[in-house]
């Protein structure tokens, strides 16, 4: 927590790779100097508060059905969020990679309108305290290799990798048309031996473009 009562407010909304899992264990997880959320908050400095919203296998509509993995639906519980951690000056929304499983079937544009009604429920939402919105800030998540062991297990990510290369442009279009900022750094970003979660390099590469955001605004 920042003591500071005049800090600007960053909310991290999204999934494992917010969370900080490390690739190819189970669950373990990045220590918080070497997370995205943890390295923005060393780059932004006493000026800023990140809070950290990261949750493993949170997808934005549906969620996740296995058992042990309740409340996974970004739309269920974002508001609830929101008033939390009100008032907040920017909320930056890294999620979409989960809705690229399988099961789900989803396309990319699909993927991209369910993100649309997040943000849009999060531009809505009034505060509490004062009359401004977030500025939201819409990370492209990084590409998906289907090649894995892990993402090809009950072939849980077959599709996904193409699914997530097109996820930029949609993503792109999302931003513009609801002004948001897009951070998109995808082709710097490398995923672990699981194909999913990044490696620490990304981590790095991922907070320096946020706060480089955060900073002109």
Known sequence: MNINPNARRVLCFGDSNTWGYVPGTKSERYPVNIRWTGVLQKLLGDNFEVIEEGLNSRGIVKGDSRPGKEQRSAMEYILACLDSHDPLDFVVVCLGANE??????????????????????????????????????????????????????????????????????????????????????????????????????????LSEAVSAVIVSH
């Open 100 to 205: 690229l499983k399988a099961e789900f079937n989803l396309s990319a544009e699909e993927v991209g309108k369910n993100l649309e009604k997040l943000i849009q429920t999060i531009t809505t939402r009034p505060s509490q305290f004062r009359s401004i919105v977030p500025q939201v800030i819409i990370i492209v998540p990084a590409i998906i290799n289907e090649l894995t062991d892990y993402a090809k297990k009950d072939g849980k990510f077959v599709g996904a990798m193409q699914k997530s290369i097109e996820l930029k442009e949609v993503l792109s279009l999302v931003a513009r048309e609801n002004n948001c900022v897009l951070v998109d750094v995808q082709d710097q970003l490398s995923t672990g031996v699981d194909g999913v979660h990044l490696l620490v390099e990304s981590h790095q590469i």
